[in-house]
């Protein structure tokens, strides 16, 4: 991605104003939402959004750095936050140019990811990926497919994909077509919950064109009734697609990013109390959608680098 790695911090001379009337310096603007500091940079995020078109480019450099270097970034001591902040105000912006960048950091293998954007890899990442798509599936499926990739990113990946249809980015022959391909046990490692999060977005568009597939699926394992059982397939048929198309333009609306405050300020990781780093709280990572049983997995190093995490409470 050409992008705009060529922009750089050095420079003072880009100001935004805050709300309470005083000017912040792009450069100070960026260096504050980079610490994390266990509060919410409303001011900050205030200030970025009144200068959009300015600091979008410093943004992207910001998630590009953190691209030519994961490791530093994810380490559990490190304090750097500004590509959790540069993520969410991207896809508030519904920046495109944003796009490459964001699918690549989520492309990282192993647990990165997880390490780098914590629940957001669950929470927001469907719906910054619609929001920066401009129309084009093509990087979206790209993460669907590339079996290297954490599970949970390519989780999120099916979930967006579902969310275009919505958006008419894709027609739902299309889609199904692509989520048959998918029901292999070439597709996932044993123990993935890829094929739970496929079955639930089949689940999401309706499913009755699948039936045989999703029958065979429950047959051969690579589906877990304790995640979505086969009674929900068969009660969502009764419901009728318009319904169920209807529900899934439902869940998009709640997961809107359009008041960011709201999408952020909520975050247990804000206004947490001091305590030492064994003491704070662990990071969740939820396999489902709210619809479905919510599957945590849990280990002692995401409990010990929960502090540089994207933490949520569960609402």
Not at 50 to 59: G, N, Q, V, Y
Not at 134 to 147: A, F, S, V, Y
Not at 163 to 185: A, K, Q
Not at 259 to 271: Q, V, Y
């Amino acid at each position: 991605m050409a992008g705009y790695a060529g922009v750089g911090r050095g420079s003072n001379l880009l100001v935004s104003t805050n709300l309470s009337g005083t000017k912040m310096e792009i450069n100070d603007l960026l260096n504050s939402i980079e610490t994390y500091d266990k509060k919410y940079k409303r001011d900050e995020i205030d200030a970025a959004l009144a200068k959009r078109e300015e600091i979008t480019p410093h943004l992207i450099s910001v998630l590009e750095k953190v691209l030519q270097d994961p490791e530093k970034y994810a380490d559990r001591d490190s304090d750097y936050w500004g590509h959790i902040y540069a993520f969410m105000l991207l896809g508030h912006f519904c920046e495109t140019k944003a796009h490459d960048v964001i699918v690549d950091l989520f492309n990282l293998p192993n647990d990165l990811p997880s390490d780098l954007f914590g629940d957001s890899v669950t929470g927001d990442l469907p719906i910054v990926l619609l929001r920066t798509c401009g129309g084009n599936t093509e990087r979206i499926k790209d993460l669907i497919l590339n079996k290297s990739a954490y599970d949970y990113c390519r989780g999120s990946a099916l979930q967006a994909l579902s969310y275009t249809l919505i958006e008419g980015y894709i027609t739902r022959e299309e889609i199904l077509s692509f989520y048959r391909e998918l029901f292999s046990e070439e597709e996932a490692s044993p123990g993935s919950a890829f094929h739970d999060i496929l079955a639930t977005c089949v689940y999401d568009i309706y499913p009755e064109e699948l039936v045989e597939t999703i029958e065979k699926a429950y047959d051969e394992g690579l589906i877990h009734s304790g995640y979505i059982g086969y009674e929900e397939f068969t009660e969502v048929l009764r419901v009728g697609k318009e319904k169920c198309l209807e529900n899934l333009r439902e869940k998009i609306n709640e997961r809107q990013i359009d008041n960011i405050h709201d999408s952020m300020s909520w975050w247990a990781s804000f206004n947490q109390p001091q305590q030492s780093l064994l003491g704070k709280p662990s990071i969740k990572l939820l396999k489902s959608t709210p619809k479905h049983n919510k599957k945590v997995k849990k280990s002692k190093k995401k409990q010990l680098k929960a502090s540089k995490k994207a933490n949520r409470k569960k609402k």
